[in-house]
């Protein structure tokens, strides 16, 4: 039914539009270390972010033992944090949720299999990131529950470049 | 590419120096200087060594110095090794894998004064506190130093003894001081801490019995067994493909008593929610806690993350 109505595709994605901004950028060297705010991200095109845990042959995440390649860059949406302080009132700042990029205005769940620009970068999005218990314990605060389903997005980097905060976020069907 | 999961913070030893009275302090630093995860004052951390043995000590720097560990250790010949282990065998430049920091005390917003009891080396936990409240200004705290003869840490307790913080009694020469002197009068505004050498706690325990408990706080060199469910048992996993038996302690989850016996298996969100780690089931009676299997899926799967045991005995396809 869904295929019938051409629900999803990427011709309705591109109609239906949205751009989005990129407000924060972070990255830790290692598994459990606080994330650093920078200014910018250098994103190696199959590979991940210079200087990340995830990047492919440093391997020092904490979910390294399971290399995945869709991991190499991970998205959060701001809207999250504004809904998690609204209706749970939970203070969960862009640099405890783990991922390395928080975008605006950018419908992540709506992403999974589809390719967009991240500035000049462009990206496959090849699943919804899955909470996890670890963040409890590194940030101290209960938000396991309240990020089921809104946990960010895991890409995959089909063409590398620097990102730097402000950049435009934007489909690329 | 490691294999097992990171389970520790990796840490290489920046510093070691002397400190009188057996002590040294050991200085852990993120290879390349990266902050490392926040802690509150009177934290600890444990040390996974070299030698496999796992120790807690506490954090002696100030939760604003955020880049090091600093941990002050005495050597005790004749303790569990632990500390020979870090005086005898461990050199500067040495990797050591830390748990995140646990435990502490945030000076409480209706706490108007604190006394710190401390025996010897048992100063340590007072240290991070005492400096912390030094540096946001609080204006009531003193820090009772029991000793026999030599100040230990005595560097790093400068600051404090400047500022008129500090009181030492030197058993040697005055006998062991009245603790209940020492801790004064019941008082909802004053918290009182103490740690020690077993005798002492025992008896710090005694004169502040009618203290409200909130505003009484014992560190112990040895932690205190992990807070469990009180109704949480133990049981035995019984893995049919390989017959092995592995333990369950009352608490743990599966999970970890699998990783602890050396089994290998598969999760991510640790959580009962993504799947990762399902695992059949053949005989017992699982508790289930996750939020992914249907009931007909419960009937022969479960969750080894969340899952837990309400019989003895559980039989799993592993
Ligand atoms: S690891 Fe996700 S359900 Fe167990």
């Not at chain 1, 295929?3 to 309705?12: F, N, Q, R, T, Y």
């Not at chain 2, 110095?65 to 050199?91: C, F, P, Q, T």
């Not at chain 2, 002197?181 to 025992?202: F, K, R």
């Not at chain 2, 699982?286 to 559980?314: K, T």
Request: proline share 6%; aromatic share 6%; hydrophobic share 40%.
């Amino acid at each position: 039914m869904l295929d019938e109505i051409g629900a999803g595709s990427a011709d309705s994605t591109a109609r239906l539009g949205w751009t989005g901004l990129v407000r924060f950028l972070h990255l830790a060297p290692r598994a459990f270390l606080p994330m650093r705010a920078m200014e910018q991200l250098v994103l190696v095109a199959g590979q991940g972010i210079e200087g990340d845990r995830y990047m492919i042959g440093r391997e020092e995440g904490y979910y390294s033992h399971k290399p995945e390649e869709g991991r190499q860059v991970t998205l959060f949406e701001l809207e999250t944090l504004i809904a998690l302080k609204r209706d749970a009132g939970i203070e969960l700042g862009p640099e405890e949720h783990r991922r390395n990029v928080t975008v605006e205005g950018v419908p992540l769940n709506h992403l999974v299999g589809r390719r967009f620009w991240l500035g000049e970068t462009l990206l496959e999005a090849t699943r919804l990131s899955i909470p996890c218990r670890h963040i409890e314990e590194i940030t101290g605060k209960a938000i396991f529950d309240p990020l089921i389903n809104r946990s960010g997005l895991n890409c995959r980097i089909l063409q590398g470049g620097i990102v730097r905060v402000g950049d435009t976020v934007r489909n690329a069907a | 590419m490691s294999v097992r999961p990171i389970t520790t913070i990796k840490t290489v030893v920046a510093g070691i120096e002397g400190a009188g009275a057996g002590i040294k302090v050991f200085t852990l630093a993120d290879p390349d200087r990266w902050a490392l995860p926040p802690f509150k004052p009177g934290a600890h951390i444990d040390l996974h060594l070299p030698n496999g043995l796992v120790r807690t000590y506490s954090l002696c720097n100030e939760p604003a110095d955020n880049s090091r560990y600093v941990i002050a250790v005495k050597r005790e010949a004749d303790g569990r090794g632990g500390s020979r282990a870090l005086h005898d065998e461990v050199g500067i430049g040495d990797v050591i894998g830390v748990s995140l920091p646990r435990g502490g005390l945030e000076p409480g917003a209706d706490i108007a004064r604190h006394v710190f009891v401390a025996g010897g080396i048992g100063v340590t936990p007072f240290l991070s506190m005492a400096r912390h409240l030094l540096q946001i200004g609080n204006a009531d705290f003193v820090l009772h130093l029991i000793v026999r003869e030599e100040v230990p840490l005595a560097a790093h307790l400068a600051p404090l003894m400047e500022a008129g913080r500090v009181v030492v009694h030197r058993t040697s020469c005055a006998g062991r001081p009245d603790l209940a002197s020492l801790v004064g009068e019941v008082g909802v505004q004053t918290m009182v801490a103490c740690c020690g050498p077993e005798g002492m706690t025992e008896e710090f325990e005694g004169v502040t019995a009618a203290w409200p408990a909130a505003n009484v706080h014992i560190e112990r060199f040895v932690a205190p067994p992990p807070v469990i469910d009180p109704d949480a048992k133990p049981f035995v996993l019984s893995l049919a493909r390989t017959g092995t038996e592995i333990p369950v302690r009352a608490g743990q989850t599966m999970l970890a008593a699998l990783q602890e016996g050396g089994i290998d298996v598969s999760t991510s969100c640790c959580g009962g929610i993504c799947g990762a780690c399902k695992v059949g089931w053949i005989e017992g009676k699982p508790v289930h806690r996750d939020r992914v299997l249907s009931p007909y899926e419960r009937e022969r799967f479960l969750m080894i993350c969340v899952a837990g045991s309400d019989a003895d005995r559980l039989v799993l396809d592993l």
